[in-house]
């Protein structure tokens, strides 16, 4: 596995979930040290006005903006395609976009599963795949997935989430070792409370009560509380250091030590504390 530090001004960044919170200060991190921009996310207005910053403070690079759903399958392929086609020079894919859903497995409808695996999960994987190639021409290339506190544990009310972080973690760590010989390095994210505006976003089940979401999202929106630009600078520190895994803050340190020691009855402790607020709202700034 190549040990040499990335260098960010070879050739062009993809990053998803680039309109706000982490990955928009992520996106701005990396302009500063000479990337190009190939910037995703839903919400064209808010990436327009990132991309906009971007070019105002860089105008020598290039930045190009892709309003995409990623829940849509075929419109991650299309995306894909024209990365593909206008960029040629991928060196780092920042798989950072994720959504939240809250409510019981059994008050779940499957639609709204599959939602979360979608965004969470399976359009990683499919930009993944489709921008290998790219990643890998040359030694040198480096992918960042971004799971979460509960891609490291599974409190009660977040079946899908946690499914899909888990996933998450699991298929970067498989990645990890396949791509090290063509010097293709992996990292894979664990934030803790970031302070972003995700929990507001956040959907919850058709079928959980109006006022017991209300309070999941109250309660949980205390705990955002870590720095969204610091937790950015960790991120691109270690992409610089090629690190394979980054935890960020005590509250996704915390329970990886639980898991590490105790892995039944300490976390079995922590999710339970987590799990009456948790049944209704994923936990703070599990991206």
Known sequence: MSRTPFRFAEGTAVVTGAAGGMGA???????????????????????????????????????????????????????????????????????????ALGGDFARLTIDEFDWVMD????????????????????????????????????????????SSKFALRGFSEVLRGELAQAGTTVTTVHPGGIATGIAESARVGVNIPADE?????????????????????????????????LLIGISAKVPDALARLAPVNGLRLLSRLLGSAGRTQRTAGAR
């Open 119 to 162: 965004v969470n999960f399976r359009a990683p994987v499919r930009l993944t795949h489709a921008l290998l190639p790219a990643l890998t021409a040359r030694p040198g290339g480096h992918v960042v997935n971004v799971s979460s506190l509960f891609g490291l544990i599974a409190p009660p009310g977040q079946s899908a989430y946690c």
């Open 25 to 99: 200060h992520v996106a701005r991190l990396l302009a500063e040290r000479g990337s190009d921009l190939v910037l995703v996310d839903r919400d064209g207005a808010k990436l327009d006005a990132v991309a906009g910053g971007i070019r105002a403070a860089h105008p020598g690079l290039s930045v190009t903006t892709e309003t995409v759903d990623l829940a849509d399958r075929d419109a991650v392929d299309a995306l894909a395609g024209r990365i593909r086609a206008g960029h040629p020079e991928i060196r780092l894919l920042v798989n950072n976009a994720g959504v």
């Open 213 to 245: 979401a209300a309070k999941g999202k109250r309660d949980f929106q205390k705990l955002l509380t870590f720095p969204a630009d610091r937790a950015a600078e960790q991120i691109v520190e270690a992409i610089e250091k090629r690190r394979p895994r």
